[in-house]
């Protein structure tokens, strides 16, 4: 992938990619790469524990990138917020961005939204119009705000552009790009010999498993919910491989429910390649992620989404199905479990809804237009008269 040098006039451009999760980190690598040394990567620390985002950019290859990492940890989402804006205000300040990337719905986004409203600089939303409507979601408030702050909407799918204008944002200010995740999933899945190494290395068989993942709070900081999933789990008819996320770890001890894990195959959090791997090769995906909803339809794999709601639904009826209480999950698990094979093989030939892989590219070449148009006197522009080449 070819670096893309953004200049007007001779003028290097340098870009702020603020962002805190491993989700943030994979979903844009691909426009960290095209930008090369003109991304200023600012690290908020969100996920500060090391298996969640440790080594990612190492992983992904982002070396040519400036990377500034805040260190901001605080476990009360109020407290992370106001200290990100603080800290960011000052970044931007001292290093002036053309221009400013965040990405989905964490605090760290919203917090580089507010920042770069704070300090009038143009803002890029990649992975813009998702919503829940589901106001119980932290999440969904985020997306809500970091929407009409941006000066570019990043849409994934025609169903997100719809989100937005709805809400009243102009259209002007609206592309479809696709989802930058399409292409981190083909950038980094491992060959089918690596993976099915990956897999026994587990002590499961390809094909032949359940790949579990938990994390969300209403699944895993109520006691009865969390029991209920785990119990679930615990009585499929297939190994569960369950990697434990951090937060889901802590709950389980205190709640008392270690011993639900026995029946379980429980790991550290993969690597992301390990991850896909052990996606691309199960039976069946069961979990509450949404990054995991989209990066399935690029792998071809089946999954249960245990949630109340979900800003992804484009998947929905044909890649996996949503089940909104634990209550549900067992009953519906088995169903797809006894039928993955016939499901799988007609998985293979439906395209992923979030897009070609070609997302990254689109959103530097609008980035680009954008910049050059606010450069120019009298400037007027609209994404969906910019060029992408």
């Known amino acids: 992938m070819s670096t893309v040098a953004i200049t007007v006039g001779g003028d290097h451009r340098r870009v702020a990619i603020v962002l805190g999760t491993r989700p943030e980190s994979i979903k844009l690598a691909g426009v960290i790469k095209l930008l090369g040394p003109g991304a200023v990567v600012v690290h908020t620390s969100q996920h500060h524990h090391r298996s969640l985002s440790g080594e990612v950019h190492r992983t992904l ?53 507010l920042a770069a409203n704070a300090n009038d600089l143009p803002l890029v939303h990649v992975e813009a119009g998702l919503r829940s409507f589901d106001r119980r979601m932290p999440e969904e408030h985020n997306r809500v705000v970091i929407d009409h702050l941006a000066d570019l909407c990043c849409a994934p799918t025609p169903l997100n552009r719809q989100n937005l204008v709805r809400e009243g944002i102009d259209p002007a200010r609206i592309a479809v790009t696709g989802n930058t995740v399409v292409e981190a999933v083909l950038s980094m899945l491992p060959p089918r010999p690596e993976r099915h190494d990956l897999v026994r290395a587990r002590g499961v068989v390809p094909g032949d498993y359940v790949l579990a993942t938990l994390h969300r709070p209403e699944n895993v900081d109520d006691p009865t919910a969390l029991r209920g999933v785990l ?69 071809r794999c089946p999954f249960v989404v245990v949630r109340r709601s979900t800003e992804r639904p484009e998947s929905e009826g044909t890649f996996g199905v949503r089940v909104p209480t634990a209550a549900e999950l067992a009953p519906v698990a088995r169903r797809w479990l006894a039928d993955a094979k016939r499901r799988r093989a007609e998985l293979r030939s439906l395209p992923s809804p979030f897009g070609d892989g070609t997302a990254s590219r689109r959103v530097v070449d609008l980035l680009d237009s954008l910049l050059a148009a606010r450069a120019a006197p009298g400037h007027s522009w609209s994404a969906s008269t910019a060029p992408m080449t």
């Open 231 to 299: 119990t679930a789990l615990g009585s499929l008819p297939a190994p569960v491989v369950l990697p434990l996320h951090p937060r889901t770890a802590a709950r389980v001890e205190q709640h008392g429910l270690t011993p639900l894990l026995g029946p379980l195959r429980v790991t550290n959090p993969l690597e992301y390649r390990e991850m896909l791997a052990m996606a691309k090769e199960c039976a069946l995906l069961l979990t509450d992620s949404g990054g995991l909803q989209e990066e399935a339809t690029v792998l």
């Open 61 to 113: 290859g982002l070396r040519d990138a400036q990377w500034e990492h805040l260190g901001i940890v605080d476990d009360r989402r109020g407290a992370q917020l106001g200290r990100a804006v603080a800290a960011l205000d000052r970044v931007f300040t001292t290093t002036r961005p053309w221009s400013v990337i965040v990405q989905g719905d964490t605090t760290s986004a919203v917090a580089g939204a």
